[in-house]
């Protein structure tokens, strides 16, 4: 048997029976078209048929739980228990598997975009940008020498000394620093209560440890009292920077 679309909806011809109830048996089904209207057959009315659509004409044969209505004047069989809407095909764009948005926010105004409006080079999650990552003085230091003179001592190299710190993590290289910076500066730095002088980027005043190299120039005395322009570099001893110190 198959109804209108095609479709099969007796047995397996092959001979696999259907699932439970859903496929009713050929034989039964020949022997119910068959019959004829008869003192054994119980009359169907007008109000017991389903809704009343069936004529008077036809009679309800039971097989287990399943009611079959058999009608006399068109020789066919009909299952009342199956409801018609739920044998209607309905094609896979018109099924709705999940609720509307305007279903689950009743009273809001809702946008549905095609295509995103945001471009693909700009990421979902942005990194967080500090532009201010270096602490630098805001007016220029007063110190024991003069800049001036320390300009006339750049022009002599038999003045000039150039030396790099270097060692180890936590060997105080930056510490030397900063005594050279209390011996030359009017300002007095504590580098007990405050970050390093040298350490002016927020990520080595965090971390408590130098990134960058840093240089500063000095002018500087002897024992004999003869002043010399001294370039020191503060290197980082940190494996991580050691191409700072190279």
Not at 20 to 36: A, R, V, Y
Not at 72 to 100: A, G
């Given at each position: 048997?198959y109804d209108?679309?095609?479709?099969m ?12 109830d ?33 004529a ?16 006399q ?7 009342v ?23 689950v ?33 805001k007016?220029v ?9 320390l ?62 190299a ?6 500087m ?6 002043s ?7 290197t ?11």
């Amino acid at each position: 048997m198959y109804d209108e679309f095609g479709n099969m909806v007796g047995p397996d011809p092959n001979g696999a029976e259907g699932e439970g109830d859903d496929f009713m048996d050929q034989e039964w089904i020949n022997e119910m078209n068959h019959l004829q209207l008869g003192e054994d057959a119980p009359r169907q009315d007008q109000n017991d048929a389903p809704g009343n659509r069936h004529a008077q004409d036809s009679l309800v044969a039971y097989q287990g739980n399943r009611s079959i209505l058999i009608s006399q004047s068109v020789n066919t069989v009909i299952d009342v228990n199956d409801d018609p809407s739920q044998n209607q095909i309905v094609l896979h764009e018109d099924k709705q598997y999940y609720p509307d948005a305007e279903e689950v926010y009743q009273g809001a105004e809702t946008l549905v975009q095609e295509e995103d409006a945001i471009p693909i080079t700009t990421p979902i999650i942005a990194p967080v940008k500090k532009h201010d990552f270096d602490a630098q003085e805001k007016e220029v230091p007063k110190t024991t020498f003069n800049f001036e003179f320390l300009g006339n001592l750049s022009n002599k190299p038999d003045r000039i000394r150039n030396l790099a710190i270097c060692g180890h993590l936590h060997h105080g290289k930056t510490l030397l620093m900063d005594m050279l910076v209390q011996d030359t500066h009017l300002k007095y730095w504590s580098p007990e209560k405050e970050h390093k002088y040298t350490d002016t980027r927020k990520d080595e005043q965090d971390r408590m440890l130098s990134i960058k190299a840093m240089p500063m120039s000095f002018v500087m005395q002897s024992s004999r009292e003869k002043s010399y322009l001294v370039n020191v570099m503060d290197t980082p001893g940190h494996p991580n920077f050691m191409d700072e110190m190279a």
